[in-house]
């Protein structure tokens, strides 16, 4: 460290924040869409009914639900039951039920099926419209964690080390910046890099904390991934020491306890044994202070020592933990089964689900969800910004020769694609979501390949165009097809901004705002890169200041030159 320790931290933020920069932001933009994806989804099936704030008593749906399954002969041969109930709680807007058979194979699991009931009827909803097929929001929320078009287990290892790179990037530039507190109410508009820094520097830390939170969490999500060794060293290597391992860490969850030795029978075997479900469903709602507070109930035949059960889940969560709230009752005989406290109620287990909890943000009220939102644009801001800083502190140099590098030009080239191009093509992929037709064969996967598809062209239209033309076309592009969204909507559909407004459905009716909103930023930036299109490019002119002589000792004072713009 010849330069010193700050130097050092300095050298290592750049170049960690630049290696990995693109991927980023790639996942950081993916990632903030995905504190919406149950609305963008909603959004990109328009054939779904509204959200109503009349919603059927919990009774009624359980009892529907429940004479569904007892003669459905299908469902009759399963392992388990589930009821999807309808709520007016975000995410909860099917009312559904399902059931797993038993596998064919061992090792394998049963088939899943799912069948959404109309809420009045207690019958199938498939005569009706069917929702079109979409990759919807929950498409993009992957994408920030898995990627796409490799392996899962490539995908999340790639982003492992990025996120691993970004922490390093964000502690270093912690340290590096040892006025990083006054220089956040520092803004020095129209002086080129030193603008870009401060811009840099308040978009980091007017949300410090969540960048944190964001990319320590990240890495406890797939800890086991990122850290192989850790399992078999204590339990041992192979898929059955694994299941061990998960059975202990998860006494409760009956997917990872189940008694292999004893063959559960078939739920149409012992449902007539089952009491009546009524009298548990007031139980749990006396418990849980009132109705409307369930959103799913399992049941699980007797399998060994286990006996056969019933499940009720709370609607939403009541903690930031990532845990869901849950009643038991013994199916024979009514008996609420208490559980006793294990690895998850320990303190690890509570700060990982704490943890994982804040990162994925499902505790979260609307207003919570505007703040998670907000601060994941700000994250991506202040990854584009660092990008283009580094672009402008070295481009000077690169105009000074008159040439500029192979590695200058592809990472200025690189940032056009990305910083600009990634959100045009995630506005077409909602274009696409609108254009291709309902009943077009894999149409979800179409959606997506014309979001790569554009992004693609970003990177080729940067190549091909002068720097600053690219910058402000593509910046144009972008906010066209999110103002023209809207439109797009209201043409194609019956669910358009008027509608969702004037039936109160604001969380549908925040997507299309939204939209208009992004539009309004890109035209802005847009604009603001055509203010400065003459001046982006030139060679900057240091300017010396004329000297002046000191009266007190008439010695001649050379003051240094400026910081290059």
Not at 417 to 428: D, N, T
Request: charged share 20%; glycine share 6%; with cysteine.
């Amino acid at each position: 460290m010849k330069e010193g320790f700050r130097q050092s931290m300095a050298w290592l933020h750049t170049w960690t924040g630049l290696v990995v920069g693109w991927i980023l932001f790639f996942v950081f933009l993916t990632g903030t869409a995905g504190y919406v994806q149950i609305e963008l989804t909603r959004w990109m099936q328009p054939e779904k009914a509204l959200q109503s704030n009349v919603i059927v008593p919990e009774n009624e749906q359980l009892d529907k639900a429940y004479h569904y399954l007892k003669n459905n002969p299908d469902a009759q041969k399963a392992e388990r039951w589930g009821v999807n109930l309808l709520t007016n709680q975000r995410g909860a807007d099917d009312f559904a039920v399902n059931w797993t058979l038993p596998p064919k194979e061992e090792g394998k699991r049963g088939k899943y099926n799912k069948e959404v009931l109309d809420v009045s009827s207690g019958q199938p909803v498939s005569e009706q419209i069917q929702p079109r097929e979409t990759g919807g929001g929950f498409t993009l929320y992957r994408m920030h964690y898995a990627l796409h078009y490799i392996p899962y287990d490539w995908g999340i290892r790639i982003v492992g080390i990025c996120t691993m790179f970004m922490f390093v990037a964000i502690i270093s530039g912690i340290i590096t910046h040892k006025k990083i507190f006054k220089d956040f109410f520092t803004f020095r508009p129209a002086k080129g890099q030193r603008s870009w820094l401060d811009a840099h520097n308040v978009i980091s830390v007017i949300a410090l904390p969540f960048y944190i939170m964001i990319t320590y969490s990240g890495l406890i999500f797939f800890a086991n991934a990122y850290m192989p060794l850790g399992v078999p060293m204590v339990y041992g290597s192979g898929e059955k020491n694994t299941e061990r391992y998960y059975a202990e860490l998860y006494p409760t969850n009956s997917r990872f306890n189940k008694d292999d030795s004893a063959v559960p029978p078939a739920m149409g075997e012992i449902q007539q044994k089952f009491v009546p479900i009524q009298p548990l469903l007031v139980k749990v709602q006396s418990e849980w202070g009132g109705s409307q507070k369930i959103s799913q109930v399992n049941f699980y035949p007797d399998q060994g020592k286990t006996p056969a059960k019933i499940e009720f889940y709370q609607t939403g969560s009541d903690t930031i933990a990532r845990k869901r709230t849950s009643l038991s009752f013994d199916l024979y005989t009514g008996q609420k089964i208490v559980q006793e406290k294990s690895n998850e109620d320990k303190a690890p287990m509570v700060f990982g689900t704490t943890v994982l909890g804040l990162h994925e943000g499902l505790f979260a009220s609307s207003f919570a969800r505007i703040l998670y939102v907000l601060t994941g644009l700000l994250g991506t801001a202040m990854i584009a910004t660092g990008l283009v800083l580094w672009t402008v502190k070295r481009r000077p140099k690169q105009l000074k020769s008159k040439r500029m590098s192979f590695g200058h030009a592809l990472v200025e080239r690189l940032n056009i694609a990305m910083i600009a191009g990634l959100p045009l093509a995630i506005a077409v992929y909602f274009w696409a979501n609108r254009l291709i037709p309902a009943d077009f064969a894999n149409r979800a996967n179409w959606e997506v390949h014309c979001l790569y598809i554009t992004l693609l062209f970003s990177f080729l239209y940067a190549l091909s165009r002068p720097i600053v033309r690219a910058w402000i076309e593509i910046l144009a592009f972008a906010a066209l097809a999110y103002l023209l969204l809207p439109i797009l909507n209201f043409v194609t559909t019956d669910r358009h901004l008027g509608v969702s407004l004037s039936h109160q459905d604001f969380a549908l009716a925040s997507i299309d705002l939204g939209f208009i909103f992004l539009g309004i930023m890109f035209a802005w930036a847009s604009y603001r890169v055509w203010c400065k299109r003459d001046s982006i490019l030139k060679p900057v002119v240091k300017k010396n200041k004329k000297p002046r002589v000191s009266p007190a000792d008439d010695v001649i004072e050379v003051p240094r030159s400026e910081e290059l713009s």
